[in-house]
């Protein structure tokens, strides 16, 4: 089936230090989501990215569509930006998204 | 603009009981998801929407889950009877059209005992 992919699955920063986080994906998407689950479990968008690249703020996101992959870039990180991060993408213009098993983050101050 | 609103937030209740969930979604939005999220792992869909008729239900449990979305707005999604494996968080998220950005609310946090 399709597959979506994150790396590292744990990473621990101190604060101010930067980051990358990958997804993989093993099909051609139509949808791609960045997303941020604080610890109250809320799903906070961060970018929809299909292709191309994104900022806001301290974050941005590239996604290589013809290579199947996405990163997400967090720089200058602060202990707000703690939680799990996941990437989801979307197939065949259907909508159902497909998560990955995400990469928890945790900044220390 | 109002979020995707669910409810209750936390349910307690005992296998072979039944339990409802709400979902409001974002006004205007045609399409509407509930995602089911284990400890430990992504957000699985469980069925998908589009206006008040269903898209994919192919990953619902349809011996014990079943989902309504009467006039295209608001949704019901019930488990009956519930079992242990049941416990989890339940997302209902909304988009304006299938391939657009999908808004999701707080979840409801199911414990079966």
């Known amino acids: 089936g399709i597959q979506v992919e994150q790396s590292p699955p744990d990473l621990i920063l101190q604060e101010g230090a930067n980051s990358t986080l990958r997804c993989n994906f093993s099909?051609?998407?139509?949808?791609l989501q960045w997303f941020h689950q604080n610890p109250w479990g809320q799903l906070i968008n961060l970018f929809y990215?299909?292709?191309g690249t994104k900022q806001n703020g301290r974050l941005s996101a590239t996604t290589v569509a013809t290579e199947r992959y996405s990163l997400l870039y967090i720089s200058s990180s602060q202990t707000t930006d703690s939680g799990v991060y996941f990437c989801?993408?979307?197939?065949?213009?259907?909508?159902?998204?497909?998560f990955g098993q995400g990469t928890e983050l945790s900044v220390k101050p | 603009e109002a979020g995707v609103a669910q409810s209750p937030r936390y349910k307690i209740i005992e296998k072979r009981q039944s339990v409802a969930f709400w979902c409001n979604p974002i006004?205007?939005?045609?399409?509407l998801y509930w995602y089911q999220q284990i400890l430990g792992q992504g957000p699985k869909l469980l069925i998908q929407?589009?206006?008040?008729?269903?898209?994919?239900d192919s990953q619902l449990p349809k011996d014990r889950f079943s989902a309504e979305r009467l006039k295209g707005v608001d949704s019901t999604l019930k488990i009956q009877p519930a079992k242990l494996e049941d416990s989890a968080v339940y997302l209902c998220?909304?988009?304006?059209?299938?391939?657009?950005?999908?808004?999701f609310g707080p979840g409801t946090r199911l414990l079966v005992l």
């Open positions: 998220a909304s988009s304006l059209d299938r391939t657009e950005t999908q808004y």
């Open positions: 099909d051609s998407v139509n949808n």
């Open positions: 990215i299909p292709s």
């Open positions: 989801a993408g979307a197939y065949n213009q259907g909508g159902k998204l497909i």
């Open positions: 006004s205007g939005h045609a399409t």
């Open positions: 929407f589009q206006n008040n008729g269903v898209v994919d």
